[in-house]
């Protein structure tokens, strides 16, 4: 049975900013469809200063990595994902506690309340087109497994293809918001694929 440590969650954060790093075109290319065409950059900024945070001073407890990489996301990011994924992190970390190391199932609980956390603080349910649609089901499935969260969470961000955006810059388009993929649901199956590679 696998404990997560750390240093563990520091990889978990430096594979997600590789992740997005490669993917960051692709994450601005969307969001020109349906909103102002910085979701990729947000997030390059966001997760460069992380990683950087994480490596100048790097935090003994895994709650306490994601606490400062949700800090950091939350200062650095501008646009409406950075208080969102800073606040799931963030909120994940203190659901952690002070514990050296933590069970899956410790993780699961922590993430759950980050992504609950998400959903009143931007006041968005699953169906809304947004990074929702992915965390939603990616961390139910983490019940039961790594795997299985990100085939979850990746199923969930091209379901949002046909959705109508209900929040965010995409709301303002209305129906023709129909027919894209939401940026914020791409990024968030980033991260649930990041998570299955560490966590092999
Ligand atoms: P901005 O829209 O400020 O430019 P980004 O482009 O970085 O910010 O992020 C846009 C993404 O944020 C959307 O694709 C969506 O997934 C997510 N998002 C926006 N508003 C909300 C909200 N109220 N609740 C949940 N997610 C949201
Ligand atoms: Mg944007
Ligand atoms: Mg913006």
């Given at each position: 049975k696998t404990a997560f440590d750390a240093a563990l969650i520091v990889r978990w954060m430096t594979v997600s900013a590789a992740a997005v790093d490669r993917e960051a075109g692709r994450l601005t290319e969307l969001d020109a469809a349906i909103g102002d065409a910085d979701h990729g950059s947000n997030m390059q900024r966001g997760f460069t200063a992380v990683v950087k945070a994480l490596e100048t001073e790097p935090p003994a407890t895994p709650g306490a990595v994601l606490i400062t990489a949700g800090r950091q996301l939350i200062s650095t990011?501008?646009?409406?994902s950075g208080p969102l994924y800073g606040t799931l992190l963030r909120r994940s970390g203190k659901g952690l506690g002070e514990a050296p190391q933590v069970t899956a199932e410790e993780l699961r609980a922590g993430l759950q309340a980050g992504v609950e956390a998400v959903a009143r603080l931007g006041g968005a349910a699953p169906g809304?087109?947004?990074?929702l649609d992915a965390l939603a089901p990616g961390v139910e499935a983490l019940a039961v497994s790594f795997d299985a969260a990100a085939e979850a969470a990746e199923r969930g961000a091209l379901a949002t293809v046909p959705m109508l955006a209900r929040k965010g810059r995409a709301s303002y388009l209305g129906e023709r918001s129909i027919g894209h993929q939401d940026p914020g649901a791409t990024s968030s199956a980033l991260l649930f694929a990041a998570l299955a590679e560490v966590a092999k």
């Open positions: 990011v501008g646009g409406a809304d087109k947004t990074m």
